[in-house]
């Protein structure tokens, strides 16, 4: 079972599409471009449906350019 970061307050729980761990500082492929991990950030929308998302702040290893996209949409290296 997946860990949640509902089930562990204070943590934030991040798993790339084959369930990988995703920490700050992992190489990740997103479409097929490498970048390298700089945040985690955690949401739950106050809809009145529980949809709990983990954000990712990405950087392109090359330009520096900054995304964000959820983590179960790119890919850890290695």
């Known amino acids: 079972m997946i860990e949640t970061a509902t089930e562990n307050k204070g ?4 798993y790339d599409e084959d369930g990988n761990t995703i920490i700050p ?12 991990v700089e945040s985690l950030e955690h949401d739950v929308p106050a809809d009145g449906y529980y949809n709990e998302r983990v954000w990712l702040s990405l950087e392109h290893y090359k330009t520096g350019k900054q995304i964000t996209v959820e983590d179960f949409k790119v890919e850890v290296l290695g």
């Open 25 to 36: 500082g992992d190489m990740v492929v997103y479409r097929r471009k490498l970048y390298k």
């Open 11 to 14: 943590s934030v729980f991040a």
